[in-house]
């Protein structure tokens, strides 16, 4: 079931890179928040796409705003990803339940078994206020994100 835009985010608890919780219900009230599902780790647009993140990172980590990549990768593989690509801000890990919070907001792929490219944007009271969802081969645009964020 996807979730739309004006429906409250639906919570979960992941493990980031680090096997640190990430519970997204933990930043309502406090941050915006910014939800990146990307197929695989390591792969040429993944890390591109991230990577963008990364080199505009003022526009998607402050005081206001918190970032998250997410896939179906384990938190060890992210965890090298990460350092790999020195991507500064958590990536979660979606490995088990397999896939389960990209199947709750609508981004997971059955037949491939793993998260299409998909980004939330979600606000301070923790309802959905922008959306998109590609198709795996599909780049997303950060300036997208950007005017999300600032409509908020």
């Keep these: 079931m996807a979730v739309d835009v004006g429906e409250l985010a639906p919570d979960f608890e992941l493990k980031n890179q680090f096997g640190e919780t990430i519970k997204l219900s933990d930043f309502r009230g406090d941050k915006n928040v910014v939800l990146i599902f990307f197929p695989k780790a390591f792969t040429g647009l993944c890390t591109a796409e991230l990577c963008a993140i990364r080199d505009e ?5 402050s005081d206001d705003v918190v970032t998250f990549g997410i896939s179906c990768d384990s938190d060890a ?13 958590d990536l979660l890990s979606d490995y ?3 896939g389960g919070v990209a199947r709750s907001f609508g981004a997971f792929l059955e037949e491939k078994g793993f998260a299409t490219r998909a980004t939330f944007v979600i606000d301070k009271d923790g ?17 997208d994100y ?5 409509a908020l």
């Design 57 to 61: 990172k003022q526009d998607f980590v």
């Design 77 to 89: 593989a992210l965890k090298v990803f990460a350092e790999q690509e020195n991507y500064g801000y």
């Design 96 to 98: 088990w339940p397999h």
């Design 127 to 143: 309802v959905v206020r922008w959306k998109v969802v590609n198709g795996p081969g599909d780049t997303r645009s950060n300036d």
């Design 146 to 150: 950007r005017e999300a964020l600032a």
